[in-house]
């Protein structure tokens, strides 16, 4: 027998309301010969959501310069796990560390949208009578992300512009490459955002996205992760039951990915003496 | 009761010629339409008005052809140009605002004070304010590249008013339209079409098929819409959003909505009542972001009750087109038929009803303005939306409470608040769900300011800078 150490492995398990447990169904799917993630089932996803729901007053109430340097904190976490991020997404390391530096600059440049958005979308508006009148964006509340193929700068492309605005969400990893996200969970775990803010969930899209997208306790909905037409549009239907404001498409670094999860809220106030 | 009594004082019918018949409006044109035609009536005599052509799915395809076809041309024209003719547009509707306002109170029932001073007033400001946006896209945010054929399907309750939410931005952006209005309310569209004719509009820029729900879904549905805007019930809505699911078109609804008006202790009860009083029974209680749900601080609870219905004696119901109303007709009998049938659930499950002594005319379609005590939250009245001259009274103690009963419904479309604490104000706007937070005032509306809701009141904004994000390829 070879005196060689034997390595210690991870269990890859969900991220909900800022602890990791194993999916309640108990299952797991293989993604790599070594490595299972966990497969949440809908249990899971409704728990999630009831999570993000209970984050949102506190996390959308924050001030945006808190935020902001919230995400910052993630991006520097980000950083310092630059190597292990890179080990887990595999492939050539050159590219690999380029995937990781591009998310590290992506969350940087989101962060500091959280006390932008307001003066580039919030308008004062000058009415023809004695009043004073304020458009403000708002957070939509709890949005459902299906994220897109790339394991790591497709997640955090999606993750950063909702939860920046102060909106609190549940997100379904990419199907194929889970393990990234869950490490990246860690790291979300250790960056001073509150817990329920992000809940991760890993697991088949075609299971999971159709019961967020017709629960009725969630706002919105990012599409852009969903590859398959059928299931995008009943995803779609289903979203219409509450009116959930759903995302299909949109440049990765733009307003549009932000905006999509706010509401306008327009406050009239009359003026005089 | 009433110290002196009020002398008629009637507006002309005269300055109003309505012909037997209509026909619909498609590529600058008075064309027949292929359904069985139908009659819109005035809802305070119900005499017949007019009959009006019922639009076929082949007469929707040929008003989607015609808007296709003039898309080309009209985007293609510099914004300062386009905007000359939105400029124009608004003032024919000043130069016949008293002609249009007629028209308006006699096929909806609404009270001439209403339509001569706030809708009509209204439309011509709405041209005029994007007018003025054509050829300043640039500088909105939005990109400039107009989506194409905007079909747009409206209600009866603002039949001219929603007319220009939906169609202003849209041309300003350099969109073309097939407009559907409500099959109880088509007039003053038919009338916004002569306007056009005599702005000198390009053809089929406007478009307007009038017909009933068929007609909506054909709009709706057609392949060639790029864009679909719809202002009515969430029932609705909901058919339309699952029907544009998966198409890639561009949607945006207004809804309905359930506002609570909430007055704290320390408010201004005159005030208040007022605000109230315009809150609900404003436009027969017909409007999506009435505050139909009155939430009042315990303590102050029986001073502004005796208060409001002191003042609810004083409102005046009748003929819509005498100056002295203030409450005119119920828009149809299926309307009247449906406001009767919840305000009976009321009393079923338990709230008291009241009215204030008023006589209704014996044509028509009539409903007092009443109110309900003693709700709860769980009632059917607090819950549904009732689109009527009702309101239901609620109280709290806190205002941690007013802001949860506040929100305790799926819709977010407004809400009021009235205190005299400036404070207080804005956490509570902060905290509230709604779309438009109206502080001490309500119902009030101007074409700078964003309009729209939250949660199933529906998405997007009509009015100001952001009213244009639904006509662009953002």
Known sequence: MSDRRVTVRKTYKLFIGGAFPRSESGRSYPVTRTEHAARASRKDARDAVVAARKAFPGWSGATAYNRGQILYRVAEMLEGRRAQFADELGGPRKQALEQVDATVDRLVWYAGWSDKIAAVRGTANPVAGPYLNLSSPEPVGVVAVIAPAEPLLGLVTAVAPVIVTGNTCVVVAAERAPLPAITFAEVLATSDLPGGVVNLLTGHQAELAPGLAAHMDVNGLDLTGVAAPELKQACEQAAAENFKRVLTAAEDQGTRRMTAFMETKTVWHPAGI | ?474
């Open chain 2, 1 to 474: 009761m009433a110290i002196f009594e009020y002398a008629p004082a009637p507006e002309s019918r005269d300055l109003v010629d309505i012909k037997a018949s209509y026909g619909l409006f498609i590529d600058g044109e008075f064309v027949d339409g292929a359904g069985a035609p139908f009659k819109t009536v005035n809802p305070a005599t119900e005499e017949t008005l007019a009959e009006v052509a019922t639009a076929s799915a082949d007469d929707v395809d040929r008003a989607v052809r015609a808007a296709r076809k003039a898309f080309g041309g009209w985007s293609a024209l510099p914004g300062a140009e386009r905007a000359k003719y939105l400029f124009r547009i608004a003032r024919i509707i000043q130069e016949r605002a008293r002609e249009l306002a007629v028209l308006e109170s006699l096929d909806n029932g609404k009270p001439i004070r209403e339509s001569r001073d706030v809708d009509v007033p209204l439309v011509a400001a709405h041209f005029f304010y994007y007018a003025g946006w054509a050829d300043k896209l640039e500088y909105a945010g939005f990109g400039t590249k107009p989506l194409g054929v905007a079909g747009q399907v409206i209600p009866w309750n603002f039949p001219l008013l929603m007319l220009a939410w939906k169609i202003a931005p849209a041309l300003a952006c350099g969109n073309t339209v097939v407009l559907k209005p409500a099959e109880t309310t088509p007039l003053s569209a038919l009338w916004f079409a002569d306007i056009c004719r005599q702005a000198e509009l390009p053809p089929g820029v406007v478009n307007i098929v009038t017909g009933a729900g068929e007609t909506g879904a054909a709009v709706v549905g057609h392949p060639e819409v790029d864009k679909v805007a719809f202002t009515g019930s969430t029932e609705v809505g909901r058919i339309i959003a699952r029907a544009v699911a998966g198409t890639g078109k561009k949607l945006t609804l207004e809804l309905g909505g359930k506002a609570a008006n909430i007055v704290f202790e320390d408010a201004a009860i005159d005030q208040a009542v007022e605000g109230i009083v315009n809150g609900i029974f404003f436009n027969q209680g017909h409007v999506c972001c009435a505050g139909s749900r009155l939430l009042v601080q315990e303590s102050v609870q029986e001073e502004l009750l005796a208060s409001l219905k002191r003042r609810l004696a004083t409102l005046r119901v009748g003929d819509p087109l005498d100056k002295n109303t203030d409450v005119g007709a119920i828009n149809s009998a299926e309307q009247l038929a449906k406001i009767r049938e919840l305000s009976a659930v009321g009393e079923s499950e338990g709230a008291e009803r009241w009215s204030p002594a008023c006589e209704l005319p014996e044509r028509g379609f009539w409903f007092p303005p009443t109110i309900f005590t003693g709700v709860a939250q769980s009632h059917t009245i607090a819950r549904d939306e009732i689109f009527g001259p009702v309101l239901s009274v609620l109280t709290f103690r806190t205002p941690a409470e007013a802001v949860e009963k506040a929100n305790n419904t799926p819709y977010g479309l407004s809400a009021g608040i009235w205190t005299e604490k400036g404070s207080r104000i804005l956490w509570m706007a902060d905290k509230l769900r709604a779309g438009v937070v109206w502080a001490n005032t309500f119902n009030k509306f101007d074409p700078a300011s964003p309009f729209g809701g939250y949660k199933e009141s529906g998405y997007g904004r009509e009015g100001g800078l952001h009213g244009l994000e639904a006509y662009l390829d953002v």
